[in-house]
């Protein structure tokens, strides 16, 4: 989920804590947990400092070692420790048990966006996203921001955030309804699919589609349950190529390639240098493919210059790789 989305699912668990009789019997508990369940719900997401560094590095490694079951261990532990340095008087076990549950629920609803995060890992690297929720939905905020004014205007905080993750669990489980309802119309229009991957919007009927079969991908969109078609590649092996053997080791494809399961390619040579494209097939947005990876090569198949990341126009690309216009 985003930064807001988390911040204010800490306060919530903040509020829930309310029913703890620990937490609710000693106001310097409370005040411990609610700065632990903010800052455990924000700890995971403290790799993103490496989009400093670069796109290639934040790619291969965001919501990877840090939602990792080591991880979510440890953050609990640093953070719980951290607060009960400014809270000596609280409940330590108790603080560490709302703070873990912060954590736990920050990777847990991450790994139901497209993104995914490496929850299983050391267990296995590979990236679980069950793709039903969008990175920002406005009905998980919107109940969050609701539930908080109602707290505001002296509803009890336990018993209103225990409803609303009562609804948020109906919401998941009509998320996963409608998702398997999509897939089952994919395979009526493509029966020879043999993967389906889906991109929730932040539009609640409305999906991105991208569909592997052994010869073509497709790209569609879902509205309301029903599926259109938009685009259809062939699907082309990676040829044996001097220049793609080149052009594979560079830092922001190789990125590219460890974070996108369904992609198209294109290799181009111009008077001065070769082009090796990539190209997610996943976020279509008006006719356009914004997430890529570019690799340039001299004549020599020294890499020159590479981009990877989400680009929404050939002018933009061009200046990321110091390309001059003409």
Request: hydrophobic content about 50%; glycine content about 6%.
């Amino acid at each position: 989920m985003d930064t807001g989305t988390h911040f204010v699912m800490g306060i919530a668990l903040g509020g829930l804590a309310t029913l703890d009789p620990v937490v609710a019997g000693s106001s310097i508990t409370a005040s411990a947990v609610m700065v632990g369940t903010i800052l455990g719900s924000q700890a995971p997401d403290v790799d993103t400092v490496l989009k400093l560094r670069n796109n290639a590095v934040y790619i291969r490694n965001h919501r990877g070692l840090t939602h990792s079951l080591p991880a979510i261990v440890l953050w609990p532990l640093l953070v719980a420790g951290a607060v009960f340095l400014f809270f000596p008087d609280s409940n330590l076990l108790h603080l560490w048990l709302w703070t873990f549950l912060a954590v736990f629920l920050h990777v847990f609803v991450d790994i139901f966006n497209a993104y995914g995060t490496q929850a299983i890992r050391p267990i296995s690297s590979r990236w679980v996203a069950l793709g039903i929720i969008n990175t920002f939905d406005p009905f998980i905020f919107g109940i969050h921001i609701a539930c908080l004014i109602l707290w505001g205007f002296g509803f009890p905080p336990g018993y209103t955030f225990l409803s609303m993750y009562g609804i948020l669990i109906i919401y998941y489980i009509a998320r996963f309804r409608e998702q398997r309802i999509i897939k089952k119309a994919v395979k009526v229009q493509i029966p020879e699919a043999k993967r389906i991957i889906m991109s929730p919007t932040m539009r609640y009927h409305s999906w991105k589609v991208a569909v592997i079969t052994d010869k073509h991908f497709y790209v569609a969109r879902a509205n309301n349950g029903y599926v259109t078609i938009l685009d259809k590649f062939e699907r082309i092996p990676l040829p044996k190529s001097e220049i793609l053997d080149a052009a594979i080791h560079d830092k922001n494809l190789a990125a590219f390639l460890s974070f996108s399961p369904v992609y198209r390619w294109e290799i181009e040579s111009m008077d001065n240098y070769h082009e090796v494209r990539f190209i997610d097939l996943r976020y279509r947005s008006n006719g356009y493919y914004p997430f890529v990876a570019v690799v340039h090569l001299d004549r020599d198949l020294n890499i020159t210059n590479s981009y990877t990341g989400w680009i929404f126009s050939e002018a933009k690309l061009r200046k990321k790789l110091n390309i001059l216009p003409g």
